[in-house]
């Protein structure tokens, strides 16, 4: 049975209907495969962005925290030199007064001969030597004399050992220091320095060996 243009026409539209459909759903297809794969690489991007942003904030973060501890450390250490001048200049003004105090014993007669006697009879016991030699001011050679009468006795009943005492009439002390005495052994290869200077100084090293002390506390 032969086909008429109306069922020809009718089966061409069916067949374009079809075509037409297949060709939707392959758009579709490929619409939804192409949303799907920018979707997978948009999350990608985002993710890697992500994570470059976080190193980012993570790295700012400790080279702040690296800055804050610097800056504390030089606060710390600025807040410490400025502790550490003030007890200078404390000490020195304490040695400043104390020096001023020992030149004004010096020039007490009845303080100062006394005071002599402790400092020659000191030299004995730290040298313990059967004969040293003095040095003094020239402005003290009498009351240095008198302090070295008294002492010898007293050396010689605690260390049971004889002694004998020169006092040298060649080699001063200079009269600018506050005063004291320094003993020598017989060659003078030994010295005990006890003018009144080095037992300031010496005072002033045990004050700041005790303030190193308290810093490490």
């Known amino acids: 049975m032969a086909l008429t243009d ?7 539209k069916h067949m374009m209907a079809f075509i037409e459909q297949e060709a939707n ?3 579709e297809e490929i619409d939804a495969k192409a949303e799907e794969e920018f979707n997978i690489e948009k999350g990608r991007l985002v993710q890697t962005q992500r994570v470059k942003i976080m190193d980012y904030y993570e790295k700012k973060e400790k080279q ?14 600025q807040a410490r030199l400025k502790v550490l001048k003030a007890r200078d ?3 020195t003004d304490l040695l400043i007064e104390a020096r001023q105090k020992l030149a004004a014993i010096a020039q007490d007669p009845a303080r100062y001969s ?10 004995f016991y730290q040298l313990l ?9 020239q402005q003290d050679v009498e009351m240095v004399q008198v302090a ?24 001063f002390l200079p009269s600018s220091i506050c005063g004291g005495v320094e003993v020598y052994n017989d060659n003078g290869k030994i ?6 200077e080095n037992r300031l100084e010496l005072l002033a090293q045990q004050v700041a060996v005790q303030e190193e002390k308290n810093d490490l506390k």
């Not at 010295?191 to 009144?196: A, D, E, F, P, R």
């Open 25 to 27: 759903e392959k758009v």
């Open 6 to 12: 109306a069922d020809v026409q009718k089966q061409i």
């Open 114 to 123: 006394t005071l002599l006697e402790g400092l020659v009879l000191q030299g």
């Open 129 to 137: 030597e059967e004969k040293v030699i003095i040095r003094c001011r």
């Open 148 to 171: 070295v009468n008294k002492n010898i006795p007293i050396f010689k009943a605690a260390v049971k050992k004889h002694i004998v005492v020169q006092i040298d009439m060649n080699h």
């Open 64 to 77: 702040i925290e690296q800055h804050k501890k610097i800056q504390m450390s030089n606060l710390m250490n």
């Open 191 to 196: 010295k005990v320095s006890n003018t009144l």
């Open 89 to 91: 200049d404390m000490i």
